[in-house]
């Protein structure tokens, strides 16, 4: 029912029946009358469709070669590869709903694929239904065939988000002092990133729009690149496969917490077989030695995407959280 097409004959079927009680109690030869102030309400409890745009909005996008689109979908599970041409979707809530608080999602897949339906379009349609504004950005995937630098490459592209939306706040209804990141895995690292890293900006931001998240919740997230407890296929697609020192400590976000760093929530489980379940613990510990609010649940069960736990399970976290923490006013 979240889709537009869905919801819009559901809502006339709401109206054909309306009409037709409406209808008994009129004359066969009279039109059946439409209460317009319940049409209203019923058009205002739809969400608009979704929207995508360039994620820099037409201008050219920093920190790229000159490449022909690669971008390809690879089956059974519809992951994204080849990612050079980034874009962000949104996904505004019902009028009716809206409560103005905004979260910006990066969805995972080790920096080499990106999940778009499981990570994406099925959260963002999630927190939409809470009156939640949610935007899937589609970043680069990190290649030096489409970048000068890889390893900024995705970083950008979340400084960009955020600068998109509370540039936009205003024609999007939203609060600018209430947007929130969510990642997934290695768009928990991204996410992550973005929440410790805010204080350069890797982009175009003549405006000095504040670059940093008000809040970050992060769901089996890579979070450090040290050899010891890292995802190295995230490491090495983001750094190659002989970083330097300086870059394994700029991007282990465990090391780059302030603080100035962002309230989060961890989510993860304990049996993960694909992120050591240490990368929340030791983000988690950063955190609480800057004296920084952090919430934390660690599963007994569940593995790397919690499928083994109903979707619900954690999912209902996310908005509990923000609502508990006064994002959802």
């Keep these: 029912m979240k889709d537009g097409k869905k919801l819009w004959w559901f809502a006339c079927g709401i109206l054909a029946l309306h009409a037709g009680m409406a209808y008994g109690q009129q004359s066969p030869q009279s039109a059946p009358p439409v209460d317009p102030k319940f049409m209203a309400a019923v058009m205002d409890s739809i969400p608009p469709k979704p929207e995508?745009?360039?994620?820099?909005?037409?201008a050219a996008v920093p920190n790229s070669k000159p490449t022909a689109d690669q971008e390809s979908v690879t089956p059974p599970y519809g992951m994204?590869?080849?990612?050079?041409?980034?874009?962000?979707q949104a996904f505004l809530p019902a009028k009716s709903k809206a409560n103005g608080a905004s979260v910006i999602i990066f969805p995972g897949?080790?920096?080499?694929?990106?999940?778009?339906?499981?990570?994406?379009?099925?959260?963002?349609?999630?927190?939409?239904?809470?009156?939640?504004?949610?935007?899937?950005?589609?970043?680069?995937?990190?290649?030096?065939?489409t970048m000068e630098d890889k390893t900024i490459g995705p970083l950008q592209d979340a400084q960009q988000a955020i600068r998109l939306v509370r540039e936009h706040?205003?024609?999007?209804?939203?609060?600018?002092a209430r947007v929130?990141?969510?990642?997934?895995?290695?768009?928990?690292?991204?996410?992550?990133?973005?929440?410790?890293?805010?204080?350069?900006?890797?982009?175009?931001?003549?405006?000095?729009?504040?670059?940093?998240?008000?809040?970050?919740?992060?769901?089996?997230?890579?979070?450090?690149?040290?050899?010891?407890?890292?995802?190295?296929?995230?490491?090495?697609?983001l750094l190659g496969s002989t970083p330097t020192d300086e870059q394994v400590r700029l991007f282990s976000n465990e090391?780059?917490?302030?603080?100035?760093?962002?309230?989060?929530l961890l989510l993860q489980a304990t049996d993960d077989h694909l992120v050591d379940v240490d990368n929340s613990i030791v983000f988690f510990e950063a955190l609480r030695h800057h004296e920084v609010p952090v919430d934390m649940t660690i599963f007994k069960k569940g593995d790397h995407g919690l499928f083994l736990l109903p979707r619900d399970r954690w999912e209902s976290m996310i908005p509990e959280w923000m609502q508990a923490n006064g994002w959802m006013k």
């Design 255 to 264: 090391l780059q917490v302030t603080d100035k760093t962002p309230p989060t």
């Design 80 to 88: 994204l590869e080849h990612v050079s041409r980034p874009t962000i």
């Design 52 to 58: 995508t745009l360039p994620l820099y909005e037409g």
């Design 109 to 145: 897949g080790g920096y080499v694929s990106l999940s778009m339906y499981s990570e994406g379009t099925l959260v963002a349609e999630y927190l939409q239904d809470y009156g939640i504004a949610a935007f899937i950005v589609k970043y680069r995937l990190p290649s030096d065939a």
């Design 169 to 176: 706040a205003s024609s999007w209804k939203l609060d600018p």
């Design 180 to 237: 929130g990141v969510l990642g997934f895995s290695a768009g928990g690292h991204l996410a992550a990133t973005l929440g410790t890293h805010f204080g350069k900006s890797y982009i175009g931001n003549p405006d000095g729009v504040n670059l940093r998240p008000d809040f970050m919740m992060l769901v089996y997230p890579v979070i450090s690149m040290d050899a010891k407890i890292a995802h190295m296929g995230s490491r090495i697609a």
